[in-house]
Nanobody, 114 residues
Framework: VQLVESGGGLVQPGGSLILSCAAS????????MRWFRQAPGKEREFVAY????????NYANSMKGRFTISRNNAKNTVYLQMNNLKAEDTAVYYC????????WGKGTQVTVST
């Protein structure tokens, strides 16, 4: 199982980013996928979830209306569109496969700052 996150960077408050997670080593189209994040000094927290077929999603309350999770099963990739970013969204973002919850990638750093 390999998960490679990308797309992070430095963005100003109110800005947007799209994160990607390329998955391999398992049957991606059969696995629900999640995004998590971990801010400095804090525990890793749930961000969003999408079912294997992409028909259902779920978000942490603080991300509802700002973040959108999606997936492309043909490309074995899950995405996280993040809008109206806030300083408190600064964290390392990770994707995770529901069926392989002990496997993690290196994450991608998102920094929201002026």
């Amino acid at each position: 199982v390999q998960l490679v996150e990308s797309g992070g960077g430095l963005v100003q408050p109110g800005g947007s980013l799209i994160l990607s997670c390329a998955a391999s080593g398992f049957t991606f189209s059969s696995s629900g996928m999640r995004w998590f994040r971990q801010a400095p000094g804090k525990e890793r927290e749930f961000v969003a979830y999408i079912t294997s077929g992409g028909s259902n999603t779920n978000y942490a309350n603080s991300m509802k209306g700002r973040f959108t999770i999606s997936r492309n099963n043909a490309k074995n990739t899950v995405y996280l569109q993040m809008n109206n970013l806030k300083a408190e969204d600064t964290a390392v973002y990770y994707c995770n496969a529901m069926q392989y919850e002990n496997y993690w990638g290196k994450g991608t750093q998102v920094t929201v700052s002026t």
